[in-house]
Structures are given as C-alpha cells and as structure tokens.
T-cell receptor, first 112, second 117 residues
Framework: NAGVTQTPKFQVLKTGQSMTLQCAQD?????MSWYRQDPGMGLRLIHY???????DQGEVPNGYNVSRSTTEDFPLRLLSAAPSQTSVYFC???????????FGPGTRLTVL | AQTVTQSQPEMSVQEAETVTLSCTYD???????LFWYKQPPSRQMILVIR??????QNATENRFSVNFQKAAKSFSLKISDSQLGDTAMYFC??????????????FGQGTRLTINP
C-alpha cells in the first residue's frame, strides 16, 4: 500500500493564480481531510469529507474548495492564491474502525 | 470549542536521558481520544501513541508512554532512553468521538525536541 500520497511536494504561485493540490489514498478510508501547518500554530483543519460526495468545512475554510467524487481522491483547490495561503498542507485519511488518521508527506506552498 | 496547549516550545536533552513533554486540553466532553504525533525534519506526520479517555490505563509503546490525568485534562508524553532519531517536532492532538464519521483533530502548537549526542 502506498498509503496517503500528495502531489506536488513543492509549489510556488503568484498572487491570484489558481491551483489544485492532489491527495489520494489506497486504504479504502471513508474519512479524508486537509490541514494547513503554520509556524507556532500547529495544524488546522481546512475541509474534510466523510465519504464520496460529502464534504464540509473545518476551522479555516476560506479561500479553499474541495470535492470528493471517489473514495480514493480528495483534491484541494485554491481559486485565487493569496500570500496568506503560504503554508505546508497535509492531507490525511482516517480509519473508522480504529479512529486514527494517516497523513500524507505534505506540500509546501509559497505564494508570492 | 476544544483547545490544546503545549507550553514548551522547545526542549533539549542528552541522548539516553528521559524527557517529558507536556500537553493540556480543554473540553466538556467525557469521552474522547488523545494522540501524540512526531514530525521529524522529513516533515512526515507519524503517530506515536494514542489514548482513549474511557481507558484509565496509560498507553505505552516501547520507549514512549503517556501520563493521562483526565480530571486535570493533562496528557504528557514520556520518552525513555532518548535516541538521536527522536529529534523532531511533537504535536499533541485531541479528537471528539466521530460524529457522522467526521474525525476532526485539534492540534497543539508543538514542542521542538532536540536530542544531543
């Protein structure tokens, strides 16, 4: 199993550009989520999904969109990037049986 | 809303020593889950240990153990016989029992632990 994979690993954007961060998992987990990590603030929940076709907002959803068309994939879209979105982004998937989450390797995003 | 506080931004110990990382949390829930995650320089988030609030026995995983004090809302991590590979950022995290499948983690600010040779 590859676990949780994320692409790209690094990305530099200019203000106003759009992009999609990809996340995929091969563990057949129903729960998937996106977090951002900023210095001194730990990880904060952006959006999450409890299954295909079902998404909801987390603590810091503004400026981000998500969709979940399959169990495996959960992309995160930035429609118009802003410098405040410079961060490290983590995707995670969760096992309902064990109530624990597995994280991808992260994407470091810089918005100039 | 739940909050998690790690009051030690940085710690440093010598190899083979024992070190304890502190974590406190605020919640009105009676049942919940607590986790410690390790983030080495590779950036990967690695689950170290977990504790379910309804279990009175403290969780242990090899050299890692927790001191869970439910009344005090405290969840500290003890690392025994510390090794160079333990150098990492450590995050404490809280999770309410999943509601309709949602497993929302609330993280503390992290403690940067350095193990010196």
């Amino acid at each position: 199993n590859a676990g949780v994979t994320q692409t790209p690993k690094f990305q530099v954007l200019k203000t106003g550009q759009s992009m999609t961060l990809q996340c995929a998992q091969d563990m057949n987990h129903e729960y998937m989520s996106w977090y951002r990590q900023d210095p001194g603030m730990g990880l904060r929940l952006i959006h999450y999904s409890v299954g295909a076709g079902i998404t909801d907002q987390g603590e810091v959803p503004n400026g981000y969109n998500v969709s979940r068309s399959t169990t495996e994939d959960f992309p995160l879209r930035l429609l118009s990037a802003a410098p405040s979105q410079t961060s490290v982004y983590f995707c995670a998937s969760g096992s309902q049986r064990y109530n624990e989450q597995f994280f991808g390797p992260g994407t470091r995003l810089t918005v100039l | 809303a739940q909050t998690v506080t790690q009051s030690q931004p940085e710690m440093s110990v010598q190899e083979a020593e024992t070190v304890t990382l502190s974590c406190t949390y605020d919640t009105s829930e009676n049942n919940y889950y607590l986790f410690w995650y390790k983030q080495p320089p590779s950036r990967q988030m690695i689950l170290v240990i977990r504790q379910e609030a309804y279990k009175q026995q403290n969780a242990t995983e090899n050299r890692f153990s927790v001191n869970f004090q439910k009344a005090a809302k405290s969840f500290s991590l003890k690392i025994s016989d510390s090794q160079l590979g333990d150098t990492a950022m450590y995050f404490c995290a809280f999770m309410k029992p999943p509601f309709q499948g949602a497993q929302k983690l609330v993280f503390g600010q992290g403690t940067r632990l350095t193990i010196n040779p």
